[in-house]
């Protein structure tokens, strides 16, 4: 999509010149308590009690989004750019239970439709996108299948080839296996036979992360307003944490009861940007897990 492809340009030249244009909303945890993040260059474990450790470096790629299957295998995508060509290559990787790393598709040139970080519990990963004049897309993959499109099919007939493997806004599964996922100010819900709703509106206007808990509320990141948005299944609104300057909020995920928050630092010219995730427990205490400077 070309809108894909300007904004990615725009955030590979940005952060070579030393800023976080484009911040990283990944993050996961897994069911022993470590939380992996991304700063975009290198992903990162904090086991409880632990110290941030570094468990991938990127080399030339950045990586916006993770997830966590039930089997315990940490998925991401790796989106490189070529400045001196203009050319773009993307792949997406697995990191098993055991540590042992390895690509489950490309790196290519020419991704397909559908192909994502997010899977379901059958196998079938999600995409969402653009049009060129930004009208949603909305695909999905299931292993020895074809693309299958689940929005609108007058809108994908502006559709360009995919660029990224990463969607345009956070996504997240709810408690019954739906599909939630973020398009500008609304968050939308895929439903038991493909059946797309509204699930809230009203958001920031980004692209930063959602996460869905156990209760089926709804959680929202706006880094424009440095808090987490709580939409509980009632549609009743609060904000349960929110991050004083320079933090903001990027990346969220429910866990255990518990609400993990990946925040990053505002951007200043000559001063490197810093990560850190927070957790808040079900009593509303707030702890700090980890603090790292972005790589």
């Known amino acids: 999509m070309k809108f894909a492809l300007h904004l990615l340009a725009a955030c590979w030249l940005t952060f070579a010149a030393g800023a976080f244009a484009h911040p990283p909303r990944g993050i996961a945890v897994a069911p022993d308590g470590r939380v992996f993040f991304s700063d975009l260059e290198r992903i990162w474990a904090i086991a409880p009690g632990k110290q941030?450790?570094?468990?991938?470096?990127?080399?030339?790629?950045?990586?916006?989004?993770?997830?966590?299957?039930?089997?315990?295998?940490?998925?991401?995508?790796?989106?490189?750019?070529?400045?001196?060509?203009?050319?773009?290559?993307a792949g997406l990787w697995m990191i098993?239970?055991?540590?042992?790393?390895?690509?489950?598709?490309?790196?290519?040139?020419?991704?397909?439709?559908?192909?994502?970080?997010?899977?379901?519990?059958?196998?079938?990963?999600?995409?969402?996108?653009?049009?060129?004049?930004?009208?949603?897309?909305?695909?999905?993959?299931?292993?020895?299948?074809?693309?299958?499109?689940?929005?609108?099919?007058?809108?994908?007939?502006?559709?360009?080839?995919?660029?990224?493997?990463?969607?345009?806004?956070?996504?997240?599964?709810?408690?019954?296996?739906?599909?939630?996922?973020?398009?500008?100010?609304?968050v939308q819900r895929l439903r038991a036979g493909d059946r797309l709703v509204t699930a809230a509106v009203g958001f920031a206007p980004e692209n930063y992360g959602i996460a869905v808990d156990r209760a089926g509320a709804l959680y929202v990141a706006e880094q424009a307003n440095r808090r987490i948005v709580r939409v509980d299944a009632r549609g009743r609104r609060s904000a349960p944490i929110g991050a004083e300057a320079p933090w903001a909020p990027t990346g969220v995920v429910a866990s255990g009861g518990a609400l993990y928050v990946l925040e990053v630092t505002d951007y200043a010219r000559g001063a490197p940007t810093r990560l850190r995730v927070r957790r808040m427990l079900p009593n509303g205490q707030v702890q700090l897990l980890g603090t790292v400077t972005g790589g």
Do not use: K, M
């Open 52 to 89: 941030p450790l570094v468990v991938r470096r990127s080399v030339g790629a950045h990586v916006h989004e993770l997830f966590l299957d039930s089997g315990g295998h940490l998925w991401g995508e790796d989106s490189f750019y070529d400045p001196a060509t203009a050319r773009y290559r």
């Open 96 to 186: 098993a239970p055991d540590g042992r790393f390895s690509y489950t598709y490309g790196p290519t040139g020419s991704p397909t439709f559908g192909a994502g970080v997010l899977r379901d519990r059958f196998g079938c990963s999600y995409l969402v996108g653009e049009t060129r004049v930004r009208a949603l897309l909305l695909h999905r993959l299931c292993p020895g299948g074809a693309p299958q499109l689940l929005s609108d099919r007058a809108a994908a007939r502006d559709a360009e080839p995919p660029v990224l493997l990463s969607n345009i806004g956070g996504a997240a599964f709810g408690p019954d296996g739906s599909f939630f996922f973020r398009h500008r100010g609304i």
